[in-house]
């Protein structure tokens, strides 16, 4: 069946590619005769045959990649500190797993691929990101950027956390935002007008608290301030649960998924 189909699309293709040979013939030998004349129209192509057979069914939808794809180390991804299927109705199950197992999986596998032999093999995630950052190669950073922001991540949304913040950290996003609920407005606001691929940040320097788009895989880290909550913007994190209901991710990922433990204890 396939066979068919495929030796119909050869002889199609041989048909146009042999008009189009001779449309260039024509024009090149009519061109020196009379420069202005126009191009000659070709015969129609002919139609495509109809296959003798009918399509075949699509194929099912792929199946969730498993763990055994997980790198191998030197540089080695930190298991999901929750079920595949834990953040679910807010991020599900296939996003996480594609997520986890894929896209984040992939930053390892290219430090392990990149670094031997180099200044880096021997660093940490956090000192390839401040040491990258200022290499005109800026495949290290951008690795170990998002191998280090992903690990965050994850860790941020274990379920079973308190949904408010409480204590210091309460105190200075009053301080600084006035409520809570003005902090996820305007995080979610951010991460609306952040173009392109990014994360959207709340950082600490001190006692002052900010909200920070940064591109690609960079963070708070590399202008010396401290990463309290990142929301992962790339569309890989959020497309099969919200298409481009971007806005609409965060504020659910906000209101729904942070554990606000996580993000107390990482204050300075
Ligand atoms: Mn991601």
Same mark, same amino acid.
């Not at 024009?27 to 002919?46: G, I, K, L, M, V």
């Not at 409480?166 to 950290?169: K, Q």
């Not at 407005?185 to 909200?211: H, P, R, Y």
């Given at each position: 069946?396939?066979?068919?189909?495929?030796?119909?699309?050869?002889?199609?293709?041989?048909?146009?590619?042999?008009?189009?040979?001779?449309?260039?013939?024509?024009?090149?030998?009519?061109? !020196? &005769?009379?420069?202005? #004349? /126009? %191009?000659?129209?070709? +015969?129609? *192509? @002919?139609?495509? $045959?109809?296959?003798?057979? !009918? &399509?075949?069914?699509? #194929? /099912? %939808?792929?199946?969730? +990649?498993? *763990? @055994?794809?997980? $790198?191998?180390?030197?540089?080695?991804?930190?298991?999901?500190?929750?079920?595949?299927?834990?953040?679910?109705?807010?991020?599900?199950?296939?996003?996480?797993?594609?997520?986890?197992?894929?896209?984040?999986?992939?930053?390892?596998?290219?430090?392990?691929?990149?670094?031997?032999?180099?200044?880096?093999?021997?660093?940490?995630?956090?000192?390839?990101?401040?040491?990258?950052?200022?290499?005109?190669?800026?495949?290290?950073?951008?690795?170990?950027?998002?191998?280090?922001?992903?690990?965050?991540?994850?860790?941020?949304?274990?379920?079973?956390?308190?949904?408010?913040p409480?204590?210091?950290?309460a105190?200075l996003i009053y301080?600084n935002f006035?409520?809570v609920?003005?902090l996820?407005?305007?995080?979610?606001?951010?991460?609306?007008?952040?173009?392109?691929?990014?994360?959207?940040?709340?950082?600490?320097?001190?006692?002052?608290?900010?909200?920070?788009?940064?591109?690609?895989?960079?963070?708070?880290?590399?202008?010396?301030?401290?990463?309290?909550?990142?929301?992962?913007?790339?569309?890989?994190?959020?497309?099969?649960?919200?298409?481009?209901?971007?806005?609409?991710?965060?504020?659910?990922?906000?209101?729904?998924?942070?554990?606000?433990?996580?993000?107390?204890?990482?204050?300075?």
């Open positions: 069946m396939k066979e068919i189909s495929r030796r119909a699309f050869v002889a199609t293709a041989a048909v146009s590619a042999s008009i189009m040979a001779s449309r260039a013939v024509v024009a090149q030998e009519q061109a !020196p &005769a009379n420069p202005q #004349a /126009p %191009a000659e129209t070709p +015969p129609a *192509a @002919a139609p495509a $045959p109809e296959p003798a057979t !009918p &399509a075949p069914a699509p #194929a /099912p %939808a792929p199946a969730a +990649p498993k *763990a @055994a794809a997980l $790198p191998a180390g030197p540089f080695k991804q930190p298991p999901l500190p929750f079920d595949e299927a834990a953040l679910d109705p807010v991020i599900g199950e296939r996003t996480v797993a594609l997520h986890y197992l894929r896209h984040h999986a992939s930053y390892y596998n290219n430090l392990n691929a990149i670094t031997p032999g180099t200044k880096y093999a021997k660093m940490s995630l956090e000192e390839i990101i401040v040491e990258g950052d200022h290499d005109v190669d800026k495949r290290f950073f951008n690795n170990a950027g998002q191998a280090w922001n992903h690990e965050r991540y994850w860790e941020m949304l274990k379920p079973g956390g308190p949904k408010v409480g204590g210091r950290l105190q301080d006035g409520s609920a003005d996820k407005e305007k995080m979610v606001v951010a991460s609306a007008n952040l173009f392109g691929s990014g994360w959207t940040w709340l950082a600490q320097d001190g006692s002052k608290l900010s909200i920070m788009n940064a591109n690609g895989g960079d963070s708070p880290l590399t202008i010396g301030k401290t990463p309290l909550l990142g929301i992962d913007v790339w569309e890989h994190a959020y497309y099969l649960d919200y298409e481009n209901r971007r806005p609409e991710h965060v504020k659910a990922v906000l209101d729904k998924l942070v554990n606000w433990d996580v993000v107390a204890s990482r204050l300075k």
